[in-house]
């Protein structure tokens, strides 16, 4: 399984980016997708997920502001954000896992993370 984010960088508050998360070795389409993020200073916290009937689930803190979706036929799941804030630097990871998780570490699979600054 392999997990491997991209869209990261840096961006003035207010800005947007958009993270992808391109995904192998399971079947992508039957997946629970989601991203989580670490932001200094903080332990790891789950920020979105979109199941495998398309159900989509935000934190309060993003909510308004981030859009998760998926394409099933490129295997790719993506995670537009929206009117960033200096709060939300930190390093964002792409999740995988096969049931319907509930926490986060109740997710399978992790990516590398890929890095997010918000600052001017």
């Known amino acids: 399984v392999q997990l491997a984010e991209s869209g990261g960088g840096l961006v003035q508050p207010g800005g947007s980016l958009r993270l992808s998360c391109a995904a192998s070795?399971?079947?992508?389409?039957?997946?629970?997708m989601g991203w989580a993020r670490q932001v200094p200073g903080k332990q790891q916290e789950w920020v979105s997920a979109?199941?495998?009937?398309?159900?989509?689930y935000y934190r309060d803190f993003v909510k308004g502001r981030f859009t998760i979706s998926r394409d099933n036929a490129k295997n790719t799941v993506y995670l537009q954000m929206n009117s960033l804030k200096p709060d939300d630097t930190g390093v964002y990871y792409c999740?995988?896992?096969?049931?319907?998780?509930?926490?986060?570490?109740?997710?399978?699979?992790w990516g590398q993370g890929t890095q997010v600054t918000v600052s001017t």
């Open positions: 070795g399971f079947t992508f389409s039957t997946y629970a």
């Open positions: 999740l995988a896992d096969s049931g319907s998780p509930n926490r986060l570490y109740q997710y399978e699979y």
């Open positions: 979109i199941y495998s009937n398309n159900n989509t």
